[in-house]
């Protein structure tokens, strides 16, 4: 049986995990071992920044829908359940953008929620 030395792939998968590694610093951009490691742990981070960036996103638009109910009379959390009974189906996202770009529109929606909460 011929020996078969991978020429191709291997290099093709080495060429592939160094270009990731070529913007490390000292021997994890050289080094074949040390690249390889630093790589993957990267993209593990890289897929788990992935995940964590809904969740600090979904965190802000909170915070900022809290900051702007405040002035009328309101908390975040009595303003949401004010939505639901009134059956406004805006999502977080776009009641902080309102929130922050048309003060004035996003007033209607926190008296449209306040009469869901008196009814």
Known sequence: MPRAKRGVKARRRRNRILKA?????SGRRK?????????HKAWAHAYRGRKLKKRDMRRLWIVRIN????????????????LERSGVELDRRALAELAVSDPDAFGLVVESAKAGLAA
Not at 21 to 25: D, E, K, N, V, W
Not at 67 to 82: D, E, K, Q, V
């Open 31 to 39: 080094i074949w071992r040390r690249a390889v490691e630093a790589v």
């Open 21 to 25: 590694a070529s913007g490390f610093r």
């Open 67 to 82: 900051a702007a109910t405040r002035p009328h009379g309101l908390s975040y959390s009595r303003f949401i359940h004010g």
